[in-house]
């Protein structure tokens, strides 16, 4: 499967997705997004990443930009929350995920590491195939 993935998206991703087997990035410039296939964008976010996106309200925008364009959109976060460095409050992003949950109906799901984040998002771009057919 061939997913077009942010030129900006680190090259380690590349390797990873070898390792996963059966995804392949075409990397290019995006406008929204990290990885797209078809009508899914997906938004990789490491989880001090996530924080500060939150603090300086980046993932707000990012959000609505996401909505404009695809019809399916997921934020996948890599790391544990009580792993973060950042001094943002646990409840915080808490709240923010709730948020984007109810409000945006975009569905927020957080993983180990960046190998399962590789394998979340090929089922998931598998999964909207599959309904595709």
Known sequence: MKVTCDDREPKSMDMIALTVGGIEFERKRLKTGDYVLGNVCIE??????????ILD???????????ESFEHIYILVAGRIKDRTSDIHENCILGKMASILVKHKVSII????????????????ERHQEELK
Do not use: G, H, P, W
Not at 44 to 53: G, M, V
Not at 110 to 125: A, N
């Open 44 to 53: 990789r976010k490491a989880i001090d990443d996530f924080c500060a996106s």
């Open 57 to 67: 309200d980046r993932l707000t925008n990012q959000v609505a930009k996401m909505k």
């Open 110 to 125: 957080t993983v180990d590491d960046e190998f399962q984040l590789v394998y979340l998002m090929k089922r998931i771009f």
